[in-house]
């Protein structure tokens, strides 16, 4: 028989405490490749500072592909490298997304019998650090269809879910073109600093760029920002981009 067990990154890696550093959800550049007619029913992130990039790219290949049989419970998996993202140390963060809560308890399950997860933990101890985890609900993705490697991210502080996101959804429809967009609720990990996070995905860096630039000269966008401050507080903006994506 199987036991449920409970997974803390912070353990899985060191066996210690846990030293919080805030790191961005990338998934626009991944989720609307998930399923174009569905949207994932939620995400686990796990956030990390990568001493050897190379080595724990190859041990996060080697698990996904392993016994544990991830792919079999996750419906994608991302891992992105952080860049531009201010003062904060992390390097990647990976990415799960689950089309059921049962998928995602299936393979909690599973890492408590399969080898795979013991040489990745192996790797990682010896490589990266742990930075942070958080749990995660799509609340709303639209836009071009990917790939979109590079990604503009949102950590957000919202007092009103509902106005702000009808809002922000109805400014990326009418004025963004040849991008994605996602929006997502942090269910656990969420803190005065943040509680939603918001993705701009786009093929490139020069054409995440250039939505960029036309967007802040739209008359829509000047009437959004002074519609929206009165619900959101902006913690930080950063760039990401895809590493490795599995299906």
Not at 150 to 171: C, R
Not at 198 to 208: E, H, T, V
Request: hydrophobic share 40%; aromatic share 10%.
């Amino acid at each position: 028989s199987r036991t449920l067990v409970t997974f803390r990154f912070d353990e899985f890696i060191k066996g210690g405490n846990m030293n919080r550093i805030i790191f961005v959800l990338l998934v626009a550049l991944s989720v609307k490749s998930f399923a174009e007619t569905s949207m994932p029913a939620m995400a686990s992130q796990f956030g990390l500072i990568a001493q050897d990039p190379a080595k724990v790219v190859e041990a996060w290949d080697k698990y996904i592909n392993s016994d544990c049989k991830v792919l079999d419970y996750a419906g994608g998996v991302t891992l992105t490298s952080h860049l531009f993202n201010g003062k904060s140390p992390w390097t990647h963060s990976i990415g799960f997304f689950y089309p059921t809560y049962e998928a995602w308890e299936g393979l909690i399950k599973e890492l408590s019998q399969c080898k795979g997860i013991q040489e990745l933990r192996s790797v990682l101890r010896e490589h990266a650090q742990p930075a942070t985890q958080v749990i995660t609900k799509p609340i709303y993705i639209g836009g071009a269809e990917g790939p979109h490697p590079v990604s503009m991210n949102y950590e957000i502080v919202l007092t009103n879910e509902k106005a702000y996101i009808e809002a922000w959804k109805q400014l990326m429809e009418s004025e963004m073109e040849g991008v994605s967009y996602s929006a997502h609720r942090i269910v656990f990990g969420a803190d005065k600093t943040v509680t939603h996070i918001l993705n701009i995905g786009a093929p490139s860096y020069g054409k995440l760029m250039e939505a960029v630039d036309s967007i802040q000269e739209k008359p829509a966008m000047a009437q959004f920002s002074k519609m929206a401050n009165q619900w959101r507080s902006v913690t930080s903006i950063s760039m990401g981009t895809t590493v490795k994506s599995w299906q």
